[in-house]
């Protein structure tokens, strides 16, 4: 059994990480799974969440918002729309778009074709302000 796994996560503007890890933790579309070096081949789409690795002891969180997780010999490759360290976000700025997301979703009714849209950014503002809490923000 190998010892690390590869990681390599994308998104279409950037390499964000590739790297050797020790474990890796994710939200997935229908829960959180984790992945250790040995783990069985799988592919799987993932929804706004936190996503976590362990390299050498020290834990590591990035905000994420969809995308898709593959693992075939302890290589992962995570391609997703985007991908914010913890120590990246700039928590006032996600402060405000929660509160932007929440305003609307006052107004709107979930038969509005907007709904969604400020549904999902609510979810990526709190998913946000977890993930900077993990390291103070800037």
Do not use: C
């Not at 959180?32 to 590591?60: C, M, N, Q, W």
């Not at 120590?87 to 405000?96: G, N, Q």
Request: aromatic share 8%.
């Amino acid at each position: 059994m190998a010892e690390k796994l590869k990681l390599e996560l994308v998104t279409p503007y950037k390499k964000v990480l590739s790297e050797e890890v020790d474990e890796i933790t994710a939200a997935g579309a229908i829960g959180e799974f984790g992945v250790l070096p040995g783990h069985a081949p799988f592919l799987t789409s993932l929804r706004i969440g936190e996503f976590v690795y362990k390299k050498d002891g020290v834990v590591s969180h990035l905000a994420v918002n969809w995308g898709y997780f593959e693992v075939e010999d302890d290589k992962v490759t995570v391609l997703v729309q985007t991908a914010e360290r913890a120590d990246e976000i700039d928590l006032e700025r996600a402060k405000a778009a929660l509160g932007r997301a929440e305003e609307a979703l006052k107004r709107l009714n979930p038969e509005d074709k907007q709904f969604r849209v400020y549904e999902a950014a609510l979810e990526r503002a709190v998913t946000r302000i977890q993930v900077a809490g993990k390291t103070g923000g800037r």
